[in-house]
Structures are given as structure tokens and as C-alpha cells.
């Protein structure tokens, strides 16, 4: 199934929301609302085989828990990132098996082609 994990908050998440021209096939899930659980991370993890590679690295809250980035773990990772929305990096989008994870514009690049294919 082909999801938008997304902040509806975040003005950056929707200027690639609009820039991309999703169509319906996307489930649009803002991770504010409807928080991440096991499951939808546990696809996303199948695909990058990395519980870091889907952090929030820049998260305020990891300045406010006061933890240090370097000590933690893969398992630290998906606990925090189970725990609040803004630990998962966005946007996250899951097309046609592939994966394309924050905001660089090498990825909403690509993220654009893999959406414009038909």
C-alpha cells in the first residue's frame, strides 16, 4: 500500500505535499493524529533495515529529554520514535515498495519521478 506519513503542522511538508500532486492511491496519514504503531513502522523498518535512518535527528524533544544522540541504540530508536510523532522524520513516503524519507531535495526529487511514472 502505497502511505504519506506527514506533519499537518509543518509548512515544509506541505510545500512538498502540493509540489508532488499526490494522487488518491496515497493513504495521507499526519503522524499528529494518528501516531505511528508497531505495525506501519515495522514496514517501513523491513524496507530500510534502520530505526535511525527513519529519526527525527534535529526532534526539539530529544534536546529537551536531554539524550544523547551517539549512545543510542537501534532499539532506542524505535522506542522513541513509537513513542512521539516528532521523532519520525518527514515527510516518509512508502510508493510502490520503495521508500523515500525527510525532506533533502535529492529525495523529493526522486520521491517526484517515482510519482510522475505511469
Not at 20 to 29: A, D, E, K, R, V
Not at 39 to 54: G, P, R
Not at 80 to 97: D, E, G, M, Q
Request: charged share 30%; glycine share 2%.
Amino acid at each position: 500500500m502505497n502511505k504519506l506519513f506527514y506533519l499537518s503542522s509543518c509548512s515544509t511538508c506541505k510545500k512538498i505535499i502540493k509540489q508532488w500532486s499526490l494522487n488518491q492511491s496515497i493513504s495521507l496519514i499526519d503522524i499528529k493524529k494518528n501516531s505511528i504503531d508497531e505495525k506501519a513502522l515495522k514496514e517501513l523498518f523491513e524496507i530500510t533495515n534502520s530505526y535511525e535512518v527513519l529519526f527525527n535527528k534535529r526532534a526539539q524533544l530529544l534536546k529537551k529529554l536531554n539524550l544523547n544522540f551517539s549512545e543510542l541504540k537501534e532499539k532506542d530508536f524505535k522506542k522513541l520514535i513509537l513513542t512521539h510523532y516528532s521523532f519520525l522524520k518527514r515527510p516518509v513516503l512508502l510508493l510502490n515498495s520503495k521508500i523515500y524519507i525527510g525532506n533533502s531535495k535529492k529525495n523529493v526529487g526522486e520521491a517526484e519521478i517515482e510519482l510522475n511514472k505511469k
